[in-house]
């Protein structure tokens, strides 16, 4: 599968790709206002930056206690409920009064809700195309992150201007709701993909099963700890220039989309496996002209080229799914999502630690050195002939 024209007939990937859109539309709206709201409302570059991506600490919980539920779990159904649980959690942050540790405690929890439907979502879409559309498929997702988050900058600063921050939270919840319906009535019902019920147990058995290969933990340590650490630098917007933070979202999703549209659909296999290394540390080298402080086209340059390293987290998710059984497919995604997401929560934790005792530009220039570091240490487990070695030796990477 190699056409966009392909990709958009096969069945049920385009109410999925509209789900997902309107969640990230949803997720980007509320988050800008979110973070607007709390750095009003405290002055805290770490309490803006946790309120916009605190959510994912409750991701590592999910990881541990729900992640079996990926697989186990009838699609379209947990699709729509974690729709509105997003719904309802959303507009409750927009209640005027509402305490600051009740802001994080809405947050924690839409982030717990958010740990299941990673793994839910791109399970479907590896069970919904063949082996050869998975690349083609989640690239278009991971564009469609792109375009909804610019989309979602732009319109979340005019809302809150037209509106007020809390105003734009109930504009997000409304997003939802409406990605609710398409999930409701554009999905087929489908049976779970594996067997049994889900549980914490489970959970920790096939995480374990996952996690007992060494080909497979150094991928998902490469797609979690660098990606993490240059989220840290992303959280630091508004800190750093709290004027133009919205246009900086926005050129990082042109980033990323441009990354992800030339990964998935115009470079070669070939030339994907020797692009791979350079665009990991493509990821975090540009921020290392914060710590001069750059003028705005400078940083802005910076941005959209660093954000096209996250396409390397592309090519990584093929080689995951390569060396893991179908039927932990889910449950591997979701591993991967959650861990993701969890490591972007310390990242921002992390950052806006450092720039409370230094300064934003300082801090993302020691987030981007420590990503860096951690790249060029998982490098060596990387390369091609380590991705042979699961594939030749399916006993010590798959479970029986």
């Known amino acids: 599968m190699r056409t966009y024209r392909e990709l958009f007939r096969t069945p049920e990937y385009t109410p999925l790709f509209t789900l997902a859109s309107a969640q990230?539309?949803?997720?980007?709206?509320?988050?800008?206002?979110?973070?607007?709201?709390?750095?009003?409302?405290?002055?805290?570059?770490?309490?803006?930056?946790?309120?916009?991506?605190?959510?994912s600490f409750a991701q590592v919980v999910g990881a541990t206690v729900l992640l079996s539920a990926a697989d186990r779990l009838p699609p379209r159904a947990a699709m729509t409920a974690l729709a509105l649980v997003h719904c309802a959690g959303t507009a409750a942050l927009a209640v005027p009064g509402l305490p600051l540790w009740a802001v994080f405690a809405v947050v924690l929890g839409i982030g717990l809700a958010a740990s299941l439907g990673g793994g839910v979502r791109f399970g479907l879409l590896n069970e919904i195309l063949p082996r050869d559309g998975y690349l083609l498929g989640r690239s278009v997702l991971s564009m469609s992150v792109g375009v909804q988050q610019i989309i979602g900058f732009v319109t979340g600063g005019v809302l809150m201007t037209a509106l007020s921050p809390r105003g734009t939270l109930l504009a997000g919840a409304g997003l939802y709701l409406a990605a609710a319906a398409v999930a409701r009535w554009g999905l087929t019902a489908r049976p779970p993909r594996a067997q049994g019920r889900p549980s914490p147990a489970q959970t920790w058995r096939i995480n374990r099963a996952l996690w007992s290969s060494g080909v497979r933990r150094r991928l998902y340590l490469a797609l979690w700890v660098p990606n993490g650490l240059i989220v840290g630098c992303e959280s630091l917007y508004v800190a750093y220039d709290s004027r133009h933070a919205g246009p900086l979202f926005a050129c990082a999703a042109v980033g990323m989309l441009t990354g992800d549209t030339l990964m998935g659909r115009f470079v070669s296999k070939r030339w994907r496996e020797r692009l791979s290394a350079p665009l990991r540390l493509l990821l975090a080298v540009p921020y290392l002209v914060f710590l001069f402080h750059p003028s705005l086209p400078v940083a802005v340059?910076?941005?959209?080229?660093?954000?096209?390293?996250?396409?390397?987290?592309?090519?990584?998710?093929?080689?995951?799914?390569?060396?893991?059984?179908?039927?932990?497919?889910?449950?591997?995604?979701?591993?991967?999502?959650?861990?993701?997401?969890?490591?972007?929560?310390?990242?921002?934790?992390?950052?806006?630690?450092?720039?409370?005792?230094?300064?934003?530009?300082?801090?993302?220039?020691?987030?981007?050195?420590?990503?860096?570091v951690v790249t060029l240490a998982l490098a060596p487990g990387l390369r091609a002939g380590a991705a042979g070695e699961a594939r030749s030796g399916a006993p010590a990477g798959r479970p029986a």
């Open 24 to 55: 990230v539309a949803a997720s980007t709206v509320s988050g800008l206002a979110l973070g607007t709201l709390v750095y009003g409302a405290t002055g805290s570059p770490l309490l803006s930056a946790l309120s916009m991506f605190g959510s």
């Open 301 to 372: 340059a910076a941005v959209v080229l660093a954000s096209a390293g996250y396409s390397a987290s592309l090519l990584l998710q093929e080689r995951l799914m390569a060396v893991t059984p179908e039927e932990m497919s889910g449950q591997a995604l979701g591993l991967q999502s959650s861990g993701m997401l969890t490591m972007q929560g310390v990242g921002a934790a992390v950052a806006g630690a450092v720039a409370q005792f230094t300064s934003a530009a300082t801090a993302m220039g020691v987030m981007a050195v420590a990503s860096v």
